[in-house]
């Protein structure tokens, strides 16, 4: 073959790439796709103790590796009980003793994939589909009919202890009787490659069926098979992937006595302590197509298949020792094909065992290959999901893909688990870094085009790589793991809506009428809806006469729609921001993500906003500090903050919030221009940084940059306080009883000192300047021609300035100059706060990270009616949960909001049993 045949061949798929339309899981702990990825997300340890239903336990167990014919190990990941009904897939059930069970729950997860794909429309073509499947040489069937066939040896052990021929019979009869019997469809129903055929059969699939053993790669070996029947034009759909439920007592043998297993009974991929790996069941499936094809029939498309690489190891120490260079081959051949860059994989799904040599071998590999030219350290997440869920062997490879894409498709980086300290192979110019919790995805400005890759090994120095890269931007995607839901009911008086409640059925949802009795909560999980359901009905029987109340677990109830006056937006400033912002909601809320995504273009050079804001999260204390320390630099924290707000902002804009007036304490004044309709969001965000960077200190300036802190006291005591000391100013008037000063950090820690010993409660603020003073000066004119520079109108609707005397209003140059100067004058807040209470302001919703203003709008209109409600609950709260709260709070009040949530997709349901059903497992 020459060069040129060469490269025609290594590209195939960057020239026609293969589109991943449909998927399918069983998985341990996962009867469904839904429960699977749900599991991942959810940093799910799904590997339990061996149940009673697969060995026993007492019988075959002994903690010493060396005792003969006995594991080590009694953990793993075991798949659940399914319904299945023979019927269905025209089985007999007399049948079902001689078919081996991965030919059933195969046929189970192909229905579900098929589904999946929308195979009922009229694109999808049986006669031109077909399955390619991976499985490990050993089924479950096997060892029965095998067992039974040892009679004659048994019948000879009895009669060498003294028994009788006719004992020795009856002895050796009833063991028969104890293993499935030899008849015509005992040899069909052992058969691997039947678990395809059988496929092949029930769906009428006129393509290639069939079967492939690469050992523990043997999932990628699947779908390299099938992609090459798409490539060639044999076929236009394909369904690939592997299956194996074989953890039997043979198999913890076999894996015991290499020995290959963890003798502490956890797996744990990458991290120093991995002593070992835990094996698991799995079936794990894929629908492909060619691109083109996807595209013009209109498919829904998780991920886009770009390259594919495969190896042998060649002549090594032994059959199964890892080898790093045939590794490497494969990782080669892959990004050959894919026609990209190995640095341009931001998730890598490992091979991942937890076994000590096969991890740092990895590692190696891994390594080699894409940092061979140095570069950027640890910007690549790397894991495993058989941390989760064990080494599902056949199915590992699949697991891996789906994972991926659905990482893909959610722009998800998902974890890996039982990870507390990073293996040393990874070395300290790693590009790799060990996920250990779910992260957004956030667009790195380097690579525009998110991808993954995933690795299988096999038995044997069989090496297998896939790349993958993601389709469409998720800005729609509809999530498949639990997130929480607003539940709202409406009825028109309080005794209908207790029926309601009662029937328990579907909430009504909203906008709701103006008259009719309303009562709302939020709730991730039907568990949690269902206990807060009962509690909102014993109270509201309990409370037929009240007008309205409010429960301490965030059930809200109305008589009627309150007199809400007008409605304010509320954005928060510098001093909100905390590591991984809005973390569980920018996770659910394909707006939120997307705000980040934006906000991360305008770091193109530096370190992305992404990596300050999200950073990894496997650190110690002091990493911990290092990384709140890095967004509290202006350059951050003001984009971060933005970002957030304005993914509240459109979020809670697409449900119908509408809002008359606008205040930003201090950078949040940029946010409330960009949500009264003064410039776009991707202005705001250029802004945000140009904001932040000029007030970064100076070059040539003064080590001290100043800090800030709150005094909790009114303005006249204060002002005793800093008459005892030069060079502090006021920054901030943020309620009446709290006051910002700011200025030299040895004067502001001065202050501190006096303020304790005056009994006056003060504390620093987390900042990284002295802002709104001349410490930040520096920065006007950098700033001003920032602002000059952007697009801007008039705003829709009053935004209030911090800045005393000033405003916003139709004269844009006025605006221009009004924002350019307002990072040096003293905010005030309160003073803005009461101009709104007196311009009819009755509700004020905050945006943005934290808290803060929620409370400070409570003590500057105290005793006096209005209703303040933030967002977000800070750091350690469920992010997501506390902005549905506050919708389901909204909504009860009065404003017209609806509560369906388009980005939650609906649970699977579960397919109601029939009479022939049985239950299934591994």
């Known amino acids: 073959m020459n060069e040129s045949q060469q490269r025609t061949l290594d590209r195939r798929l960057a020239r026609d790439p293969i589109a991943i339309v449909g998927l399918s899981a069983l998985y341990p702990q996962a009867r469904n796709l839904q429960e699977y990825w749900s599991n991942v997300v959810a940093a799910a340890d799904c590997t339990t103790e061996v149940p009673a239903t697969h060995w026993d336990v007492g019988e075959f167990y002994d903690p010493d590796p060396s005792a003969p014919d006995k594991t080590y190990a009694k953990r793993g990941g075991f798949i659940p009980d399914v319904p299945f009904n023979p019927l269905e897939f025209g089985l007999p059930p007399n049948t079902l003793e001689v078919t081996d069970v991965l030919q059933l729950l195969s046929l189970m997860v192909t229905r579900d994939l098929l589904k999946d794909a929308g195979a009922d429309r009229e694109w999808y073509d049986a006669s031109r589909t077909g399955v390619v499947l991976g499985i490990t040489g050993a089924n479950q069937l096997t060892q029965p009919l095998t067992a ?35 008849e015509e469809n005992s040899f069909p129903g052992m058969l691997g490659n039947v678990v395809a055929g059988r496929i092949a059969n029930r769906f009428d699939l006129g393509g290639i069926n069939m079967t492939i053993d690469a050992a523990c790669a043997s999932s990628l070996g699947a779908v390299r098979t099938a992609v090459s029947e798409l490539l060639e034009g044999r076929a236009d759909t394909m369904l690939a992937g592997g299956c194996d439920a074989e953890n039997t007592i043979f198999m913890y043998l076999c894996f015991s006595k290499t020995p290959a297993l963890s003798k502490s009974g956890r797996i744990r991929p990458f991290d120093s302590e991995a002593d070992g790996t835990l094996i698991g069941e799995g079936i794990g499936m894929l629908a492909l197509r060619r691109l083109a094809d996807a595209e013009r029939d209109g498919n829904r498309i998780y991920a886009v298949l770009r390259g594919l690489g ?37 998730l890598f799904e490992a091979h991942g065992t937890g076994t000590a040599v096969g991890d740092a071998t990895e590692i190696s590999a891994l390594t080699e290959v894409v940092a061979k030219d140095g570069g950027e350290r640890e910007y690549a997440a790397i894991g495993s999901v058989k941390s989760q869920i064990g080494h599902t ?47 957004p995805w956030i ?58 409640l009662a029937a328990g059925g579907t909430p009504t949802g909203g906008p709701v009428p103006e008259g009719h009795a309303r009562l709302a909560y939020a709730a991730r999980g039907e568990d949690d809806a269902r206990a807060l359901r009962e509690t909102a009905l014993g109270e509201l029987r309990s409370r037929a006469e009240a007008t309205e109340w409010t429960h301490p677990k965030g059930i809200h109830y109305r008589r009627s729609a309150g007199e809400t006056g007008r409605v304010g937006a509320l954005f928060a400033g510098q001093g909100s921001q905390y590591v991984a912002p809005g973390l569980s909601a920018v996770l659910a809320l394909p707006p939120l993500r997307s705000s980040f995504d934006r906000a991360n273009r305008h770091y193109p050079e530096d370190t992305p906003l992404s990596r300050v804001a999200f ?83 100076a070059s040539g300036q003064a080590d001290d940059t100043g800090t800030m802190a709150a005094v909790f006291a009114p303005e006249e005591r204060v002002a005793e306080l800093l008459a005892e000391r030069s060079g502090l100013l006021v920054c901030n ?49 950098d700033f001003r021609t920032a602002v000059e520079a952007a697009e801007m109108a008039a705003p829709r609707g009053r935004v209030y300035a911090n800045t005393s005397g000033a405003d916003y209003g139709p004269d844009v140059a006025g605006n221009r100059r009004v924002l350019a100067e307002q990072l040096i004058h003293p905010v005030e807040f309160a003073a803005r706060v009461e101009e709104m209470y007196a ?61 369906s949530d388009r980005y939650a997709a609906e649970p699977e349901k579960e397919t109601p049993a029939k009479g022939m059903t049985v239950m299934l497992n591994g």
């Open 148 to 182: 039974r066939l040892q009679s004659p040896v048994l019948k000879e052990v009895v009669r060498s202890c003294g028994l009788s021929d006719r004992d020795a019979e009856e002895i050796a009869a009833k063991f028969r009787m104890a293993y499935a019997p030899w």
């Open 310 to 346: 495969t190896s042998s190891d060649g002549r090594f120490k032994s059959i199964y020792a890892p080898r790093k260079e045939g590794q490497m081959v494969a990782l080669n051949r892959a990004y050959r094909d894919a026609d990209v860059s190995p640095d341009s994989i931001e």
């Open 393 to 439: 062997k056949a199915a590992a490879g699949a697991a891996g893909l789906i994972k991926l894409a659905l990482a893909l498709e959610h722009k998800v980086l998902p974890p890996t688990i039982n990870v507390g300290k990073a293996s040393a192979s990874f070395g300290p110019d790693s590009p790799f870094y060990v996920n250990s919790e779910s992260r």
């Open 443 to 500: 667009r790195d400005p380097k690579r525009p085009n998110r991808r993954a890759a995933v690795s299988a090994f096999g038995f044997g120095g069989t090496n297998f790589h896939a790349v993958l890269e993601e389709y469409g931007d998720g800005d729609d995607v509809a999530v498949r793991f639990p997130v929480a839901r607003v539940h709202l009911w409406h009825a028109p008086d309080p005794a209908a809506l207790a029926d309601l």
């Open 615 to 697: 950073p990894q999260p496997l650190v110690d204390e002091a990493g911990r500090a290092a990384q709140e320390a890095a967004l509290r630099a202006t350059a951050y924290a003001q984009p971060a903050i933005g970002a957030l707000s304005a993914g509240h902002f459109r979020y809670l804009t697409e449900l119908g919030f509408a809002a008359e007036g606008f205040l930003g304490h201090s950078f949040g004044e940029l946010t409330a221009l960009y949500a009264a309709g003064v410039y776009d969001e991707d202005t705001l965000h250029r802004l945000a940084r140009a904001r932040g960077s000029a007030m970064s200190p």
């Open 733 to 781: 008037r943020n309620a009446p009883d709290q006051i910002v000063v700011g200025g030299a950090t040895a004067e502001v820690e001065r202050l501190l000192e006096a303020a304790e010993r005056a009994g006056v409660r003060a504390r620093r603020l987390p900042v990284s300047a002295a802002f709104h003073t001349p410490f930040v000066a520096h920065a006007v004119d």
């Open 839 to 899: 311009d009819g302001f009755r509700v004020f919703v905050e945006f943005g990270p934290g808290t803060v203003l929620t409370g400070l709008v409570g003590r500057i209109l105290r005793g006096r009616p209005h209703t303040a409600v933030s967002l977000d609950g800070g750091p350690g709260r469920d992010a997501d949960l506390t902005l549905k709260q506050a919708v389901a709070r909204l909504a009860v009040l009065g404003l017209p909001l609806a509560t």
